[in-house]
């Protein structure tokens, strides 16, 4: 009779050591305390990762020579292709907003790609990678920065907003960045950490369990998106110049806009997006910390779930930046119409960084260990 092979692996969310057998095509582990996602085989995962990061790297180099959107109004016209939308933010002195621009829809999705393509490359040629451990880390650093479907959404709901007042065109960067767009959330699909893990011998140690220092780091983030979340709704997310007037536009006016222009779904998307995201994450992060701080353990699993949705969902209320920027990048007319970013585009920008970075220093283990951490305190307490 056969051995039979089991992996240990440690739950990431709730640190709950696990013998997992040797999977089958297709078949998927998960945690049976927490439901996280523990690893996964899909057939053929390193040869569907090479070809499909190679892809996306080419769909990326193409979308980025040509045009990518083409712009009239009143006999006057203008185009912009991606490189040169943050050369002209950049340009105009918004310089914040270009380099998030370059970071988040290339400079990370590119490398993240890049470093697949290498290790698993490597790997189908029977070749060592040099710095696996290092490109393995970083892969997963980059991940939730890299936000080129975000970008795409934006792209779409920019759209929506300028067909109403002038005519548009789609270049073939366009096309090429929707591939681009595609077979990256297709590569990342057939990303495994564990497979990673047992393919190039690398490791992600698991850190110390730090309750005062998770709490008093998430408590600091939140803090700082709420106080940033009152400018970002206030003050105008982006300026429109019509015949050398200048019209504000919140966050909530763009929304209402959309509505009255009866584009609903689009409206409804920028609410959701950029007015009721940030809001239930941060009350649900306020919620997570405080029952981790007060030492709760009851209804672990409900706690598990809001986790996960905010680390879900939290990235996508970027929506709103991506569409001021396009917009800033097409519609520069002069006098005739123009746009140009308001000071809430950088306020809205640090909500979302410090909402995420909040997701991420929130430790879910404490949820499932917090009935030890006070019983350590409280002999602590008593010596």
Known sequence: MAADHHETITCHECELQLAVPVLAHNQNAHCPRCGYRLTANKRNHEQAIVSLALTALIFLGFSLPFEFLSFSSQGLAQSM????SI????????????ALLLL?????????????????????LKIKPLGATHLAKMIYLFQPWSMVEIFLVGVTVSLIKIVSLADVGLGLSFYSYIGFTLTTIATLV???????????DVEFP?????????????????????????????????YTRTLGQDEPSTIMGGVMLLWKLGSYPIALVIFIASVFVPVAKMI??????????KGFTGNTQSRIFWYRVTEFIGRWSMVDVFVVAILVSLIQLGNLMSIYPGPAAMAFCGVVIATMLAAMTFDTRLMWTNDKWIENDNRAEQQ
């Not at 649900?284 to 701080?293: D, E, H, K, P, R």
């Open 284 to 293: 649900i992060l306020i919620w997570l910390n405080y029952t981790v701080q």
């Open 104 to 124: 988040v829809i290339f400079i990370l999705p590119a490398a993240i790609l890049l470093s697949l393509l290498y290790l698993y490359g490597c790997h189908l």
């Open 81 to 84: 292709n991606l490189p040169g």
């Open 190 to 200: 057939y990303v495994d950490k564990h497979q990673i893990k047992k393919t190039f």
């Open 87 to 98: 050369q002209i933010l950049a340009s105009n002195e918004y310089l914040g907003l270009a």
């Open 206 to 238: 698991h850190s110390q369990i730090n309750q005062s220092l998770s709490i008093q780091r998430t408590w600091a983030l939140l803090v700082t998106s709420v106080i940033l979340y009152i400018p970002a709704n206030v003050l105008p997310i982006m």
